[in-house]
Nanobody, 120 residues
């Protein structure tokens, strides 16, 4: 199983970006999916998560600005980021809890990270 994240880049404060992450390989089911971020010198933190039933959770600092969504048919998760601030600058990682085959354990997989830089 591989997770491929994309969509990062340089954006001005107040701008928007949409991150995408697609899972590929042998996949029977995907449970929770999420986005984490790690800023320079800081620990990785959960930004947003979404269950297989589309229940979402956001860290307080992004509530009202970020929206997480998923497309189960495409094994994908997205993060729409609006009203971006310089403090949102970080490498963003997607992850997913994936069951490869029926009856197998669910394991967590990570994407490679995509850099988001918010600067004027």
């Amino acid at each position: 199983v591989q997770l491929q994240a994309s969509g990062g880049g340089l954006v001005q404060p107040g701008g928007s970006l949409k991150l995408s992450c697609v899972a590929s390989g042998n996949i029977f089911s995907i449970n929770d999916m999420g986005w984490f971020r790690q800023a320079p010198g800081k620990q990785r933190e959960l930004v947003a998560s979404i269950t297989s039933g589309a229940i979402t959770h956001y860290t307080d600092s992004v509530k009202g600005r970020f929206t997480i969504s998923r497309d189960n048919a495409r094994n994908s998760v997205y993060l729409l980021m609006t009203s971006l601030k310089p403090e949102d600058t970080a490498v963003y990682y997607c992850n997913a809890a994936i069951q490869q085959y029926r009856g197998y354990s669910t394991l967590t997989y990570w994407g490679q990270g995509t850099l988001v830089t918010v600067s004027s």
